[in-house]
C-alpha cells in the first residue's frame, strides 16, 4: 500500500502527473495543428481549383457569362451539400481515408462551385475580401483557442442564427429586396464569426473524447470540415457587404 506521507512517494506522484499534463498538451497541439493544416490546405485546393476552372473553356458547361448555373452546374452545385451529409452522417461507419477522400472532394467541388465568384467580382476585390476574411478567422479562431470562457451557451443561438438567415435568404430568391440582403449579410459575418470561435473551443475540447482513439484520425478530419465551412461563409457574406462587381 502506498505511503502518502513519504516525500519521495508524493514528489512520484506529482512528476506524474506534470509528465501526463505536459503530454496531453504536446497532444492537443499537434491535434489542432492538423485540424488547421487540413482546413488551410481545403481552402487553397478550393482556391485554385476555382482559378484555375474560371479560366478555363470548361467553364461554359457549368455556367452562363453572367454565372447562371446549367442543368450539370447545378448538379456541382449542389454535390459539396451531398458530401457533407455523408461526412456528418456516415462517420462512424466509413474509414479515416475515405474521410479524407471525401474532404478533398469536396473542396474540389467548392472551387468548381466557386469559380463563378471571379464573373460577378472583380478578381482584386476577391483577393481582399479574402485576405481579410483569413485574418479575421485567424483572430477569432485563436480567442476560441485561448479564452478562458466557456462558449457552449452560445452555440445553439448561433446554429438558430444560421438556420434563420438561410431561410430569409430563400425567401428573398422571391422578395428581391436589396435592403433584406444587406440584413442577410451583416448577421451571416457575425455569426460566422461567433462560429468561428465556438467551433474552434468545441474541437479543442473534442480532443480530450478522441486521443488515442482510432477516430482521433477522423476528428481532425471533422474539425477541419467546420472550420472550413465557417471560413468559407465568413468569407461569402464579406465579399457580398464590400466585394466591387464587374
Do not use: C, H
Amino acid at each position: 500500500m502506498a505511503n502518502w506521507s513519504d516525500p519521495w512517494a508524493n514528489g512520484a506522484a506529482t512528476a506524474t502527473v506534470g509528465t501526463r499534463t505536459a503530454s496531453y498538451d504536446a497532444g492537443l497541439r499537434s491535434y489542432m495543428l492538423s485540424v488547421y493544416n487540413y482546413m488551410a490546405s481545403g481552402v487553397l485546393l478550393t482556391g485554385i481549383v476555382a482559378l484555375l476552372f474560371a479560366n478555363s473553356p470548361y467553364m461554359a458547361l457549368l455556367f452562363s457569362p453572367q454565372g447562371r448555373p446549367s442543368g450539370l452546374g447545378w448538379i456541382v452545385m449542389l454535390a459539396p451539400l451531398g458530401v457533407v451529409f455523408a461526412l456528418s452522417f456516415g462517420i462512424n461507419r466509413i474509414s479515416e481515408t475515405g474521410a479524407k477522400a471525401l474532404f478533398w472532394a469536396y473542396a474540389v467541388l467548392m472551387g468548381l462551385s466557386l469559380s463563378t465568384l471571379l464573373l460577378v467580382y472583380t478578381g482584386t476585390s476577391v483577393a481582399q475580401t479574402f485576405f481579410a476574411s483569413a485574418a479575421a478567422f485567424a483572430g477569432l479562431s485563436l480567442w476560441g483557442y485561448t479564452t478562458k470562457k466557456d462558449l457552449s451557451g452560445f452555440g445553439s443561438f448561433l446554429i438558430m442564427g444560421v438556420v434563420g438567415i438561410l431561410v430569409a435568404s430563400l425567401l428573398n430568391l422571391f422578395f428581391q429586396s436589396n435592403g433584406l440582403a444587406l440584413v442577410i449579410s451583416i448577421l451571416g459575418v457575425l455569426l460566422f464569426a461567433g462560429l468561428t470561435a465556438y467551433d474552434t473551443q468545441r474541437i479543442k475540447g473534442m480532443y480530450f473524447a478522441v486521443q488515442g482513439s482510432d477516430f482521433a484520425g477522423k476528428s481532425v478530419i471533422m474539425g477541419a470540415l467546420t472550420l472550413y465551412l465557417d471560413f468559407i461563409n465568413m468569407f461569402l457574406f464579406l465579399l457580398r457587404l464590400f466585394g466591387d462587381r464587374r
